[in-house]
T-cell receptor, first 110, second 113 residues
Framework: GDSVTQMEGPVTLSEEAFLTINCTYT??????LFWYVQYPGEGLQLLLK?????DKGSNKGFEATYRKETTSFHLEKGSVQVSDSAVYFC?????????FGQGTELSVKP | EPEVTQTPSHQVTQMGQEVILRCVPI?????FYWYRQILGQKVEFLVS????????KSEIFDDQFSVERPDGSNFTLKIRSTKLEDSAMYFC???????????FGPGTRLTVT
């Protein structure tokens, strides 16, 4: 069945470091892809999305490109801030439901 | 921006008791979902609901679970006889027709003792 695999966490970075969180997916069709963020004690917020191959989603300095050839949707940010500390979930949507990866915890130190 | 709301924010119940988790989706949304997240694990799909009936459910969503839209605004998840392993964060989500983005509520933390 459809699935999403993310890199293991936790990831600890210093402020202003470059961030990459890897995400790959398995799907029978061409799903929409998402990154959600969960700040401590809060619910899920959509960070960015891409609905077709080669689309780039971006928001708040984060970017991810839908790569059909490598079935990937890696999240990147050029310079992280302490306020980016959160758990990041990669997800795909095919049909109605979302299928999530296991989440990657990011901790940014000043 | 309109928000999905959920009540209560935290529910503690004893094993074997029934619980009802409540959600108020965004008013013009037509598709509704429940997900759960066991502490430290991934978010898992439970059920989707459209036009007053279940459109899809996962293998987690067994006979102990049910969903209902009792009026024009609420969307509820009932667990008939809770087990310890039902302890999790439960998220409600909704979308309008044809949209990709799912709007999530803040979640209800269910603790079964």
């Amino acid at each position: 069945g459809d699935s999403v695999t993310q890199m293991e966490g936790p990831v600890t970075l210093s402020e202003e470091a470059f961030l990459t969180i890897n995400c790959t997916y398995t799907a029978t069709g061409y799903p929409s892809l998402f990154w959600y963020v969960q700040y401590p004690g809060e619910g899920l917020q959509l960070l960015l999305k891409a609905t077709k191959a080669d689309d780039k989603g971006s928001n708040k300095g984060f970017e991810a490109t839908y790569r059909k050839e490598t079935t990937s949707f890696h999240l990147e940010k050029g310079s992280v801030q302490v306020s980016d500390s959160a758990v990041y979930f990669c997800a795909l949507r095919w049909g109605g439901k979302l299928i999530f990866g296991q989440g990657t915890e990011l901790s940014v130190k000043p | 921006e309109p928000e999905v709301t959920q009540t209560p924010s935290h529910q503690v119940t004893q094993m074997g008791q029934e619980v009802i988790l409540r959600c108020v989706p965004i008013s013009n949304h037509l598709y509704f979902y429940w997900y759960r997240q066991i502490l430290g694990q991934k978010v898992e799909f439970l059920v989707s609901f459209y036009n007053n009936e279940i459109s899809e459910k996962s293998e987690i969503f067994d006979d102990q679970f049910s969903v209902e839209r009792p009026d024009g605004s609420n969307f509820t998840l009932k667990i008939r006889s809770t087990k310890l392993e039902d302890s999790a964060m439960y998220f409600c989500a909704s979308i309008p027709t044809g949209a990709a983005k799912q709007y999530f509520g803040p979640g209800t933390r269910l603790t079964v003792t």
